[in-house]
């Protein structure tokens, strides 16, 4: 089954050794010299979680994060999911903690559902270390994308193991495209050592970003992107800059 075709049917794809060994060594750093400089405020740019390490606002926080957004063949499975007017949501790290006994809820990211212009949600995953069946490896229902249901419309109980729910396995340098309509969760890190992996998270151009870039990124970095990164950004969207506005005043503040 080639590539779009199993993103269409399965709802996710798995890209071995996509992360070159030297560009995955620059990230793995990166990412623990972020967790050491920003402590217990790690990710509150967006949120926290019990039993993680969260980093949030990647983009304004290194060079390497601004080529992973727009590199090229992420994009176009991206755009086989959403379509081809979309942009970043949001970037973040997430480091499962060592043996911290608890599965996320089966659930679709932001709670979306496809609507009468199709899929607006698609999520990567780039493993930093190996997913294992031990380490908090992230579950998936493949097909679920098609129902245009939650799991909670639907489950008993959405911390249950799935029937037909499927771990995510795979070597670190490993990136993980995926409908982000299709049903999943992070499963609990049995294991004495951290599970790192980072998300870069996509949705359509009608859509309000998660974290919204243009207020987040600092006027350096800002002025320091590429016309693709700043597209990818929506840093010059007129409408982008209008939901999110609107997001704003709804939340009371930022994130």
Known sequence: MDRKRELEERGYIILENFISPSMLESLRDRVEELFEAEGE????EFRQEAGTRRLANLVDK?????E???????????????????KLSSLNARSANPYSESDQPLHADVGGIADEHGYWVC???W????FTAENGATRVV???????????DLLPDIFAPHPNQELILGKAGTVVVMNAHAWHG?????TGVARRALHAFYCRSDKP???YQKQLLRPETQCALTPLQRKVLALDDPLNDELSSKTTRQSGFLR
């Open 127 to 130: 493993l930093l270390d190996d």
């Open 123 to 125: 999520n990567t995953v």
């Open 41 to 44: 405020n790690a990710g509150s």
């Open 142 to 152: 493949p097909g679920t994308h098609l129902l245009k249901k939650l799991p909670q």
């Open 209 to 211: 970003q998660q974290q």
């Open 68 to 86: 992973m957004i727009v590199t090229p063949e992420i994009l176009e499975h991206i755009e086989a999911v959403i379509g081809s007017h979309f």
């Open 62 to 66: 290194g060079e390497l994060f601004r």
């Open 186 to 190: 992070g499963t609990a890190n049995r």
